[in-house]
């Protein structure tokens, strides 16, 4: 089976950096997604990592350790529309076992 | 492409009466998901096809779920009978690829509630 952790909320000032962690537990790992998510539409990817690492991808940045089950996405330079819910996905070797964590409601305030 | 396509936006019915939430993949992809969404259980994946067939329903909560993908540009998700605990956001998504490292693209969404 598979679990993965991430906390619940997360509030962030405008022009700011911040740090959204997930940890997960899985069998047969093969790697991690970030999708964002607007109140009220679907989520949109963000990110994948199958190698340990960080991935930059202008304002957004994702890493992972494979060995410590972890990954965080890293926004930069926060914008009032960063505010949503941000998705940490685990995929599974071999099929499709792809669980989501419960997401991160990250609200950037002025 | 216009993307993931669902239907209906919003559903609202009574309990017992059967529900049927349809769903269009974008054209090329193999894989399709139906996911359901909701504020206790975030987002859970009920059910995957791979090229129409179905690989994995040990996400379908009850017999009272079923998943059918009759060609590779439609699939649909009938429950029957529908229950209030039924109520959420079911979500279609394809990908295209074998594996765990292609990404999914979400339709919008249908947004079910049972009274």
């Known amino acids: 089976g598979q679990n993965i952790d991430q906390p619940t909320e997360m509030t962030a000032t405008e022009g700011a950096i911040v740090q959204i962690n997930c940890t997960y537990q899985?069998?047969?790992?093969?790697?991690l997604f970030w999708y964002q998510q607007h109140a009220g539409e679907a989520p949109t990817f963000l990110s994948y990592?199958?190698?340990?690492g960080l991935e930059e991808k202008g304002r957004f940045s994702s890493f992972l350790s494979r060995s410590k089950g972890y990954s965080y996405l890293l926004l930069k330079e926060l914008q009032m529309k960063d505010s949503a819910s941000y998705l940490c996905?685990?995929?599974?070797?071999?099929?499709?076992?792809?669980?989501f964590g419960k997401g991160t409601k990250l609200s950037v305030i002025p | 492409d216009a993307g993931v396509i669902q239907s209906p936006r919003h559903e609202v019915t009574e309990m017992g009466q059967e529900v049927t939430l349809r769903c269009k993949p974008i054209?090329?992809?193999?894989?399709l998901f139906w996911y359901r969404q909701t504020m206790m259980r975030g987002l859970e994946l009920l059910i995957y096809?791979?090229?129409?067939?179905?690989?994995?329903d040990s996400g379908m909560p009850e017999d009272r779920f079923s998943a059918k993908m009759p060609n590779a540009s439609f699939s649909t998700l009938k429950i029957q009978p529908s229950e209030p605990r039924d109520s959420a956001v079911y979500f279609c998504?394809?990908?295209?690829?074998?594996?765990?490292?292609?990404?999914?693209?979400f339709g919008q969404g249908t947004r079910l509630t049972v009274v």
């Open positions: 998504a394809s990908s295209y690829g074998q594996g765990g490292g292609t990404e999914a693209f």
């Open positions: 899985t069998s047969g790992f093969n790697g």
């Open positions: 990592n199958v190698l340990d």
């Open positions: 996905q685990a995929s599974g070797a071999g099929s499709y076992q792809l669980t």
């Open positions: 054209s090329g992809h193999d894989y």
């Open positions: 096809f791979n090229n129409n067939v179905p690989i994995d």
